[in-house]
């Protein structure tokens, strides 16, 4: 679920501040103060307002004092300011974030200072991205009146103090944007977060629920007993259950002065962090920590399933992640360990993100022979078997993903433990049908593609078809994976709920597959049929509720405890987007296992957890 670049980030402020403040103004969003907006004796709260959005944007103040918390040197430059006194009310924040841009940082936490600038609302992304605006000072005039002084003390950020409701409804005459409603920190989460904007937070010793990621940040909870998993993470339940007491953690000083903590889902950040409170496009609000505490590692170790038994056909998916030839070896190394180590071998492996021969080169290629030839190898040199594979080429930049790439599913199956029936082999744009053959559902086409003209899998994977004999009986396995959640509003957006439009399509590709299954169950109603791939959807959400009507498929990973259902970490969330769905053939005596061997770690192979099924056909 890498939904948005973060190559450029972070994004650069310019015109977009008086982009929005005049969208917001004609939307009536911003209140117009007069022109004495820049008389003496505007303060922090003042520019902070009640609201999400400041009642002078778009003015110029005058002298607002107060003692600086943090100065950010890289990225988004600048500094936090915060009235030490304030004004007792709880909805108004005292601190804000001066935005200095390319001008030079003449100022170091403990100052006094007096700044002159212009009010502004920034949205970290842009517009069209639903984030709330970050509340700010521009082209600021500064001078220091003293230096060494206390800084204010921190709000302290606890179980007790944040809201169990996660935010407020937004009015739906306004699209859901909640920007103009007044807050209400003792009733909501993000009310409370946004009172805080730029203020000096602290958070004590927390479990950490998101690993270090390549951009030095990790996620934690101040809720050690909100919906937790086994393993130490929070686990994402449904779109009306949100977690409230996760966090974002950054560090002020550069990681070339001061590395980041590594830390895996489950450590502790011991000692906690101290410092201003942010809000940026890649999280929402995220404590950028001034101190920073230390990570207690609590020894999480990665998973291994079972070897299947004699008679169990052992299915298994995994999303190895854009892999290709250009990748170092270490990387089909490693991925090939975790299939012969971690998921014993299944005897049918269906592989998402495979690439082309050459990876991202833009060059017409589509062939991933050389790519499957490298991976297979390296599981045979890891000690397993040398699994065949079967797959089809897509058309050239036609199923989305990164350009030149030409990613696709493929199957690998282990010819000792099972064959694989060929029929026909099926091309990028000629779909598989359902037909009667020795009383049984056969595929035409084997493999095949999933009914590929199909409007709903433009720009997006084709699902594959395969059928299989295992001891005698026909399995067929339909390996997908669906539309990313790009373009997805993020949880702390500012409509609530937030908009997420590309269920919609994931919607009608659930739909596509639910009705090729049916197919096979009109032919053979009582088919062995296995769906599986990187379904990039929740067991609750709309597109599970699509693939398993009429009965046609029952999502599997709804067997396990809700404090084992995931495959991914996300902005803290441990959330299921890997799936396996089985038809009613397959009966119930299946044995399920989301392998954890990725997704909590700071160190990935993938960012994706394989899943395994074991039955008996």
Do not use: C
């Not at 970050?134 to 220091?144: A, D, N, R």
């Not at 022979?369 to 079967?390: D, N, Q, S």
């Amino acid at each position: 679920m890498p939904y948005i670049s973060r190559t450029t980030r972070p994004a650069v402020r310019s015109a977009a501040v008086s982009a929005v403040v005049a969208t917001a103004l004609a939307a009536g969003l911003l209140a117009v103060g007069s022109s004495s907006a820049s008389a003496a004796g505007v303060r922090v709260h003042d520019i902070q307002g009640t609201t999400r959005l400041s009642p002078l944007a778009g003015q110029q103040v005058t002298d607002v004092t107060g003692i600086v918390t943090g100065v950010r040197s890289y990225g988004s430059k600048g500094f936090w300011l915060q009235d030490p006194k304030g004004d007792g009310d709880p909805a108004t924040s005292e601190g804000v974030f001066v935005y200095t841009g390319s001008a030079a940082l003449t100022v170091k936490a403990g100052d006094a200072v007096r700044v002159s600038g212009t009010v502004g609302e920034y949205v970290p992304g842009g517009e069209s991205s639903g984030n709330q605006s970050l509340t700010q000072i521009t082209k600021p005039t500064v001078s220091v009146e003293s230096s060494g002084n206390a800084l204010p003390a921190p709000v302290t950020v606890t179980a007790k103090t944040v809201p169990s409701a996660y935010a407020p409804e937004g009015d739906p005459a306004n699209g859901g944007d909640i920007s103009a409603l007044r807050l209400k920190p003792r009733s909501y989460a993000l009310d409370l977060y946004e009172s805080l904007e730029g203020m000096n937070v602290r958070v004590g010793t927390s479990r950490v629920v998101g690993a270090t990621d390549p951009y030095s940040e990790l996620w934690i909870t101040v809720k050690p007993h909100e919906n937790p998993s086994r393993r130490g993470g929070t686990v994402y339940k449904s779109y009306d259950d949100q977690n409230t007491g996760r966090l974002q953690i950054q560090q002020l000083a550069p990681v070339s002065e001061q590395p980041f903590p590594k830390a895996n889902v489950g450590d502790a950040l011991s000692g906690g962090a101290e410092g201003p409170l942010d809000f940026n496009q890649f999280g929402g609000y995220t404590l950028v920590a001034r101190t920073l505490g230390k990570v207690t590692d609590k020894g999480l170790e990665r998973e291994k399933t079972r070897r299947q038994a004699k008679g169990e056909l052992a299915v298994a998916t995994y999303n190895v992640e854009n892999l290709d030839p250009t990748d170092p070896q270490t990387k089909f190394d490693a991925l090939a360990g975790a299939v012969v180590s971690n998921l014993a071998s299944p005897d049918i492996l269906a592989l998402e993100e495979i690439q082309d021969d050459n990876g991202a080169k833009n060059d017409g290629t589509v062939s991933a022979e050389a790519t499957l030839k490298k991976f297979t190898e390296a599981i045979v040199a890891a000690g397993g078997p040398r699994y065949a594979w079967r797959s089809i080429d897509p058309q050239n930049n036609k199923d989305g993903g990164e350009p030149g790439g030409n990613i696709r599913q493929v199957f690998l199956f282990n010819p000792e433990r099972v064959s694989f029936t060929d029929r026909g082999k099926g091309d990028a744009t000629t779909g598989t049908g359902v037909v009667r053959s020795s009383g049984r559902a056969a595929l035409t086409l084997s493999p095949g593609r999933v009914d590929p003209a199909n409007a709903a899998w433009n720009d997006s994977r084709k699902p594959l078809a395969g059928e299989f004999s295992f001891r005698g009986r026909p399995v067929i396995v339909v390996a997908n994976h669906f539309g990313s959640k790009g373009g997805d509003e993020g949880l702390t957006s500012r409509h609530q709920p937030p908009v997420r439009s590309s269920e919609a399509k994931r919607l009608q590709q659930a739909q596509a597959v639910n009705s090729f299954v049916r197919d096979v169950r009109t032919v053979q109603k009582n088919a062995d049929v296995v769906v599986l791939g990187d379904v990039n959807d929740f067991e609750f959400s709309a597109t599970t509720d699509a693939l398993e009507a009429g009965g046609a498929l029952k999502s599997a990973v709804k067997s396990l405890p809700r404090s084992e259902r995931y495959s991914y970490v996300y902005q803290g969330n441990t959330q299921v987007l890997d799936q396996i769905l089985t038809s009613p053939g397959v009966g119930r005596g299946f044995s399920y296992d989301s392998v954890h061997i990725n997704a909590e770690f700071a160190e990935q192979n993938s960012d994706h957890d394989p899943q395994v099924l074991r039955f008996r056909p």
